[in-house]
C-alpha cells in the first residue's frame, strides 16, 4: 500500500495563492493516480482534480478550472495543487488520494491522507 500526507495548507486571502504538496511513501507512487478532493464544513467530500499515473492526463472540477493546477513528480514520490486567484468558496479541508485510475469519484480511491485546512478569507 501507499501512504500519503499533505502539507501546505493555510490561510490566504480572497485572490491569493496556496500550494499543496502530497508525499506519498510505501509502494512506488508511479503506479497510482492521485486525486485532490476537498470538504468543506457540513458538506461532503468532492472531487478537485485528479492526475493520471504518468502525470500525462489531467482533470478538474469545474469550480477550480483555470485556477487550479495539479501536477506530480514522481521521481520524488510528490504531488502538488498550485491554487491560484482563491476565493472564500475554497475553503475547505483538502485530502490527496492515491488509487488505480484517475477518475473523480472519492470512492474509487484507496489510499487517503489527513488533510490539510485551506481557509480563504473575503
Known amino acids: 500500500q501507499v501512504q500519503v500526507v499533505e502539507s501546505g495548507g493555510g490561510m490566504v486571502q480572497a485572490g491569493g495563492s496556496l500550494r499543496l504538496s502530497c508525499a506519498a511513501s510505501?509502494?512506488?507512487?508511479?503506479?497510482?493516480?492521485m486525486g485532490w478532493f476537498r470538504q468543506a464544513p457540513g458538506k461532503e467530500r468532492e472531487f478537485v482534480a485528479t492526475?493520471?499515473?504518468?502525470?500525462?492526463?489531467?482533470y478538474y472540477a469545474d469550480s477550480v478550472k483555470g485556477r487550479f493546477t495539479i501536477s506530480r513528480d514522481n521521481a520524488k514520490n510528490t504531488g502538488s495543487l498550485q491554487m491560484n486567484s482563491l476565493k472564500p468558496e475554497d475553503t475547505a479541508v483538502y485530502y490527496c488520494?492515491?488509487?488505480?485510475?484517475?477518475?473523480?469519484?472519492?470512492?474509487?480511491?484507496?489510499?487517503w491522507g489527513q488533510g490539510t485546512q485551506v481557509t480563504v478569507s473575503s
Open positions: 510505501g509502494r512506488t507512487f508511479s503506479r497510482y493516480a
Open positions: 492526475i493520471s499515473r504518468s502525470g500525462g492526463s489531467t
Open positions: 488520494a492515491a488509487g488505480r485510475i484517475a477518475v473523480v469519484a472519492a470512492g474509487d480511491y484507496d489510499y
